[in-house]
């Protein structure tokens, strides 16, 4: 890859960083978040603003997607949170207290970065080489920057040969998005580092959201543990360096349901959550009921507090974005004939569903079991999490804790629903379940570092490890 063109590669994950910084201005509950927390943060809203307003512009304004629709929208974010940042000013930021970083917190960050570098490496000097995202996202990316519509007729017309092609456009948007953003060719893969991008995210929602339930030894040895795992980083079917889009939608998803969870969640908490799970929804199938699956736990939630009302309130604001989202996505699917896809919505039905779902226990549990501890995987992760969730049992008890398990067992539901439905599950859990996996993964590393603190907090030899 020339150097020009791995130039625009990073322009355009900053440009989505930039526009969701904007955004970020405009949210006073939001404004004083932590440098780390703030930007990946910033870099979701982003993606999700400027690729789901193209998506939304293109099918019902007709908007092409070129440079200068490109440009208003993510202008619009940026002139907004200026204003607002010279109306507020540094009012609205309360100060805090410069922390010693301890050698664990620096350790657990030159691991991340190390990690992210690699990433990033693999992405500006090759070509894109997975399956899925060479066969579904980047083809597609390319159809509709052809014709400069999310209607392109290739789409639309069932004479063609297009592989899922109801599959949601918002990463081959986004990728449209930074490929345009520096007129890059078509066979440039600049955009690969959009997808890299949501690793340093993935880390950062990681050790900045749980953080005022853990301490900072707790989340830094997570990060740590989550920066080593071979499977989102490195692997070609899912990970960084892939196109797939289950990485983004990880992060979309867990965000968004760490944000509705929070202790006091807010209107600005209620807006940022409802941008993220509206982008889940555009990413991937599964992206719908995942955004729904937040939505009805954070209203549990809510309804279990004093104050429901208010409790509700930011899961109503969310829930209106997510409706938003819907609507967009039928209405572009409706024009869309499906074909040379496994179509699993028009085979779910009752009677396909039992009694197979128990009957295929005995045949998949080992197959996923050997999918999860398989070290080029996972390395000895999920070996070793069982124990530490048993051993810092009581850390699962914490407020929210609950939701967390639920909102992990989201996706795993919405993976089993697939097998039993598919003609070849063997095949199928093969293929997918660690792409399920990685959805699942923000929820459930929260819930290991719930556990891991109350470990470290009782077991005083190992506490002396981690705090010499």
């Not at 893969?189 to 690793?199: C, D, S, T």
């Not at 736990?297 to 279990?304: D, Q």
Request: charged content about 15%; glycine content about 8%.
């Amino acid at each position: 890859m020339a150097a020009a063109e791995k130039l625009a590669g990073f322009v355009g994950v900053l440009f989505f960083a930039a526009a969701g910084i904007g955004w970020l201005e405009t949210l006073p509950g939001l404004r004083s978040l932590p440098l780390g927390r703030g930007l990946g943060l910033a870099y979701l809203l982003g993606v999700a603003w400027v690729a789901g307003s193209l998506y939304a512009l293109s099918h019902f304004g007709g908007v092409p997607l070129h440079r200068s629709a490109l440009s208003a929208v993510a202008a619009l974010p940026v002139v907004v949170g200026f204003v607002a940042r010279v109306v507020l000013g540094s009012a609205a930021r309360r100060p805090r207290p410069r922390r010693r970083r301890r050698w664990l917190e620096a350790a657990a960050f030159v691991v991340a970065a190390a990690v992210c570098l690699g990433a990033v490496a693999e992405a500006v000097t090759n070509p894109l080489h997975d399956w899925d995202g060479r066969m579904t996202w980047a083809t597609q990316a390319r159809y509709v920057r052809a014709e400069a519509t999310v209607d392109a007729r290739v789409l639309a017309e069932p004479q063609w040969y297009v592989t899922h092609p109801q599959y949601p456009l918002l990463l081959p948007v986004a990728q449209v998005a930074a490929l345009e953003l520096t007129g890059a060719g078509d066979d440039v893969h600049a955009f690969r580092l959009l997808y890299v991008a949501f690793l340093p995210v993935f880390l950062l929602v990681l050790y900045g959201f749980p953080r005022r339930r853990v301490k900072r030894r707790t989340a830094a040895l997570t990060v740590m543990a989550a920066a080593l795992l071979p499977y989102p980083a490195f692997f070609p079917t899912g990970g960084a360096v892939s196109a797939y889009s289950d990485l983004p939608l990880a992060c979309f998803y867990g965000a968004g349901l760490l944000l509705l969870l929070r202790v006091r969640p807010g209107f600005s908490d209620g807006v940022a959550a409802g941008a993220l799970l509206a982008a889940a929804v555009l990413s991937k199938n599964e992206g719908t009921p995942l955004a729904l699956a937040a939505l009805a736990l954070a209203a549990l939630a809510g309804l279990r507090r004093p104050g429901r009302l208010r409790r509700l309130a930011p899961v109503g604001i969310a829930a209106l974005f997510v409706a938003l989202a819907i609507v967009l996505l039928v209405s572009w699917r409706a024009g869309i004939p499906n074909r040379y896809d496994e179509a699993y919505g028009s085979l779910f039905s009752l009677a396909a569903l039992w009694p197979a779902a128990v009957n295929r226990l005995p045949l998949l549990l080992p197959k996923i079991r050997y999918e999860m501890i398989a070290l080029d995987h996972w390395n000895l992760f999920w070996s070793v999490a069982p124990l530490v969730l048993l051993a810092g049992w009581r850390g699962l008890g914490r407020r929210g804790a609950a939701y967390l398990a639920a909102g992990a067992l989201a996706p795993l539901a919405v993976a089993w629903i697939a097998y039993t439905l598919s003609l070849d599950a063997a095949q199928t859990v093969r293929m997918s379940w660690n792409r399920f996996l990685l959805q699942a993964s923000i929820p459930l590393l929260t819930l290991f570092s719930f556990a891991l603190d109350d470990l470290l907090r009782r077991v005083r030899w190992l506490r002396r490890k981690v705090e010499p």
